[in-house]
């Protein structure tokens, strides 16, 4: 009996084996995701079971030219083509067709591989409806209405089954195609769009014998490399441009901000640059290397159109849930420009040269008059700041105003030839006093002292920049109040935060509030005798506000954060920025803490000096802080390679003293121990930088592991050797960790 049950055990346990493998077998898995189907979209049954199909080449018809590319339309499927005239290289709105055949991916995912348009929608109707993912084939979608118009045509994506139509413009110009997204024309009824791809694998293309990447706005710039080894969905980038919307509180993340609204593929000898124009503020860049969803590497915009958000329902307890802004579409058309790269310019080096044309071209950039052959060291000072006292907050006297004085004048006697200043914590209560004007501190000197540093500091021909923070409000200047004025989120709780290690409330203060009192504040410093203005925080936060008074959306608070630069320039000489969005960099004279590394993402290659490329010889800019840096020679080098100006905060006050100020978190800051050493950099500095300044750099390249060069449109060039062993190539020599310059052809 005994060896009878065992036999049957085992039969049953290979039966059960069995059932179990034939039950999966029926389940459509999609490497990490299990498809959908087409029932997840009401009236299109049975279309994820047709087979997925690339459109017919022969189909196409040319509806556009210019005198580099040319533009065909299958009106059937509504995807493009795209002919470069300069190479012959053809640029599609769908995958490589010659490297279909190796797709193993199947169910949804295929479809998506071979549709316009991907989208995600729900149905506000249902309670607790999810949202669901689909695709313009997988819906049953149709190409309706089809206009030409000049240089290309206006057509809608038409899904009946779920009501929605996408108006889209198609065009090309000059040497690059244009999609736009034409929000006005929308249509939607039972289900809402929480997201849409236009386009998404437009020049996607696998990783098996290409020498390819992907440029990702991550930081400076950083590279996906085409190795077709992901494998996890987790292995993706996905991050809003212009940074988090602080009303809708789940889009925190811990990368670096995306401050360019761009992304681009390398493909062997052929590269496109996008550029993402009106609707970035709304809008994420989605990178997936090949091996995650698909053996295709591909990069796209994904247009935001709902988000979800924290609904409080009792402050006092902090309760609350998630939800949808339903009714509050995001409302704005979503243009993206795609720039075809000729064969010399296939790399991330030609997509930032396009990039800085665009800049030029579309927002007025002009190249940089260099006003000597010294490059400036920036210095910053810090006047004062509170911490914690026995009874209440107490003043801590950082950088009198007679000290910054005799700082100036020091570093110029020392050989500093040209030096450019800037004030924090010059105000009364100083560094944390945020809310815009306030009079100078007397316990650093008062207006009278501030005025007598500012003409010492002319007098030594340094220009002064005053910082001022209109962004937030700590302190109820200008009659400030966070139930009236400050900022608020869909369900209308309060954005700020408490300082760390303080009990002080900062609050976002509203821009059409802020817009009341700026100007003012803006002629007071002029009369202090400021040449200029560093709007800390401008340009770096962009929120949607739901402040019932001075409310504004995202759109809305990019114009007016560029209305602040605006009014600033009118009255001030000049206009400094912190690592600002690049919406705002024509705006400004120059750009403090500009990123020089990226996010360390394991699938992301390296950092490249992108927005270094598109920016040099149009605006000055430094890093991170020389003497505030965790690898303190390595990124010195950095600075070389990129091409960014030297940059110090400087304190008259012992950093040691300093550990309990609110606000600041400092390295290493004393004058006194840094003297001496800033003005030896300052003559490294100069010898690599200061006859470039004026010029563009278009050309960065790995020599060798470790070393890297940077070559300017004048013919110099500056290796870098990152390395402990010196490196020799030819009649090229480079010490170990230290730079050398060279001419072109050396």
Known sequence: ??????????????????????????LNFSNTQISLGAAAVPGSEGTANVKAVLPDEKAFRQIAETAVLRLKLDESTGHFMVEDKREGTVWRSFPDPGQWANEAIGGLWKQHLVSPLMLEYMDFSVSNSKPKLTNFTTAGGA?????????????????????????????????????????????????????????????????????????????SGALIRFDGHASSAKRVYEERVYGPDYSFNNERSSRLSVTMPVFGIKSGGKAFLAVMEEGAEYAKIYASPGGVFSQYNWVTGQMLYRSTYYQTTNRTKNTGYIAYNQEDRFRTDRTVRYYLLDAEHADYVGMAQRYRQHLMDEQGMLPLQAASGSIPMYV???????????????FVPITPFSTAGDMVEALKAKGVRALNLTYLGWQQDGYTNYG???????????????????????????????????????????GFSSSYHGMRDLSGTALGYTLWRSDIDVSYAS????????????????????????????????NSDFNTRYGSSRTQAKGEQLEQFKQAKDILDTVHGENINFYAADTVDHIHDLYDD?????????AVPFAQIALHGLKTYTSGFENQRDQYRNDFLKDIEYGAAPSYLFTNAPTRELTSVFGLELVSTAFADWEEQAVSEYARYNEALGDVQGQFIVGHRQ?????????YSGGKRIIVNYNDAEYRSGSVYVPAKDFAVAKEGA
């Open 436 to 478: 815009g004007y306030a009079p100078p501190d007397d316990r650093l000197g008062g207006e009278s002292g501030l005025r007598s540093m500012i003409e010492r500091a002319h007098a030594a021909d340094v220009p002064v920049q005053l910082a001022l923070n209109v962004e937030a409000n700590s302190g109820g200047n200008h």
């Open 380 to 394: 910053s000072l810090i006047g004062g700041g509170q911490e914690k006292g026995v009874i209440g907050n107490k």
């Open 1 to 26: 009996m005994k060896t009878l049950w065992k036999y049957k055990s085992w039969v049953i346990k290979l039966l059960l084996l069995f059932l179990a493998a034939w039950a999966i077998s029926r």
């Open 511 to 542: 821009y059409r509030y802020t817009a009341g009192f700026l100007q003012d504040d803006l002629k007071k410093l002029s009369r202090l005798g400021a040449d200029g203005l560093l709007l800390q925080w401008g340009g770096q936060m962009l």
């Open 598 to 606: 990226y996010s360390y993402d394991l699938f992301t290659d390296r």
């Open 143 to 219: 190409v309706a209405k089809v206009t030409e118009i000049p240089g290309g045509v206006r057509m809608v994506y038409d899904m009946p089954a779920l009501e929605l139509s996408i108006p889209v413009q198609l065009r090309i110009v000059d040497d690059y195609v244009e999609t736009k997204i034409l929000d006005s024309e929308i249509g939607e009824k039972r289900y809402s769009m929480t997201w849409l791809r236009l386009y998404p694998f437009f020049g996607a293309e696998q990783s098996a014998g290409q020498d390819g990447y992907m440029l990702i706005p991550d930081g």
């Open 703 to 711: 020599l060798a592991p470790g070393v890297r060069e940077t070559r």
